[in-house]
């Protein structure tokens, strides 16, 4: 367990939090109404069910894995939300009070996120949790989060087919990803075969499932299907399989350390993605995890996602310069990085609409919350508890980065439920 002090992560000095202040500037037009002060709110009356809340603090959880084979893909989510309260903190906080974090590592084991999970809700009293990145640690910690009434911010893009009262999902849905995604290379790369590949757990399974009953309204073929547990490394015979069935595009599932392997395997067996044939869709890798497979073993690829470090806007700008300033001028942001940013930002206006800490008067607040300074651009709360977003298709570079090929015009409504999809 980690606890932070009231001024951010450990080691940021006082210029580098004036420099990630800087960064903020615009977020802080909207989200930090001027003159709030904690003697405006009182703790008796912002907190009425026992949270760890005080007349100068507020304490949430931060839940994700940083050990382990999930860690790859993890330790940015962390990051970024460490980020977000050191520049919610040096803004005021929330309600008037500064943000405390007690951190807590999944180790990438699912019973353990149940187990941290309830140790943050019912020893800690936490008054909101940024946290998993699996759907499997999800679906683990959900029926804890239903059962004592804590907020989760969830931030990876998943599968759908879920809506819960206690969680904000930050990620896309598969309308938003996986069909858009299939859409997307059917209609400007002709592809009619495909190859799906996942780890073997709900997320790849179900995301495949999705993809193959899409496939097939298309009047499409899937030609092959494959899974392998988490931390997997030899795939050279599924990578065979692919060369003797030779579909249009490879679509690829595959979490976690596992994707080092995979990459480096499909390279090394003459498949090159720059040329297409086959080419290959991903909805698992981002930027995060290409520091570890090494741009030289994915450079082509496409990733359908809502997020790419290479996006052009301002807010984009301010968000990459202050990351890099906090963790480092090497670090990279992929889509659930900058998800998980958006936790505690949309936390902080729920509890500001709300003019409360208590879990059910942000449940209520939370639908319809804007956030026109995310780095994706602007994003909106659905009463589903899902985010309107874009879909975006990027094609992997060299250098590790994407650059972005495609953009839905409009926002996404986000619909967990697809009929014909269930």
């Known amino acids: 367990m980690t606890k932070n002090t009231r001024n951010g992560p450990s080691g940021l000095n006082a210029s580098r939090r004036q420099v990630l202040l800087g960064g903020a500037a615009l977020t802080a037009s909207l989200f930090a109404p001027n003159g709030l002060l904690a ?16 007349d100068d603090t507020v304490t949430i959880g931060i839940l994700h894995s940083v050990t382990g084979t999930m860690a790859i893909s993890e330790t940015g989510s962390v990051q970024a939300e460490k980020l977000a309260i050191s520049q919610i903190n040096d803004m005021g906080g929330v309600l008037g ?19 941290k999970a309830k140790k943050l809700l019912v020893n800690d009293k936490v008054a909101s949790v940024m946290g998993c990145w699996t759907s499997a640690s999800r679906k683990a910690v959900l029926p804890v989060f239903e059962q004592y009434n804590g907020f ?32 997307w290379v059917v209609q400007n790369h002709g592809a009619e075969k495909f190859y799906l590949l996942g780890s073997d757990y709900i ?30 490394t030899q795939f050279n015979s599924v990578i065979n399989k692919i060369k003797l069935r030779k579909p249009d595009v490879i679509y690829a599932i595959v979490v976690g350390g596992s994707n080092v392997a995979f990459y480096k395997q499909l390279k090394a067996a003459g498949i090159d993605m720059t040329a297409e044939d086959p080419m290959l869709l991903t909805i698992s890798v981002t930027e995060d995890e290409i520091r570890g497979i090494g741009g030289e073993n994915i450079v082509g690829a496409y990733a359908a996602m809502k997020y790419f470090q290479s996006l052009d806007n301002k807010n984009n700008v301010e968000f990459v310069a202050a990351f890099k300033e906090m963790w480092g001028e090497d670090m990279v942001i992929g889509d659930v990085t900058q998800a998980a940013y958006l936790g505690p930002w949309l936390w902080k206006a729920a509890c500001e609409k709300a003019g409360s800490f208590d879990v059910d008067k942000i449940r209520e607040a939370s639908p319809g919350i804007e ?37 839905t015009a409009e926002l996404m409504e986000p619909d967990p439920f697809p009929e014909g999809y269930q």
């Open 371 to 407: 956030l026109h300074t995310a780095p994706e651009g602007y994003v909106r709360i659905h009463e589903n508890h899902h985010l309107w977003s874009k879909t975006r298709i990027g094609r992997a570079r060299l250098d590790g980065q994407y650059d972005v090929v495609y953009e």
């Open 152 to 183: 989760l911010y969830y931030p990876t893009f998943y599968e759908g087919l879920e809506q819960s009262p206690n969680v904000i999902y930050t990620g896309q849905e598969a309308t938003q990803q996986i069909i858009a995604g299939i859409d």
């Open 97 to 115: 009070r500064k943000i405390d974090f007690i951190q807590e590592d999944g180790a990438s084991d699912w019973p353990t996120f149940a187990e």
């Open 39 to 54: 003697a405006d709110y009182p703790t008796d009356q912002v907190n009425t069910t026992g949270l760890a809340v005080t």
């Open 203 to 232: 997320w790849p399974r179900t995301s495949n499932k999705i993809a193959r009953k899409h496939i097939d309204k298309l009047g499409l073929k899937v030609v092959g299907e494959e899974y392998y547990p988490l931390g997997h």
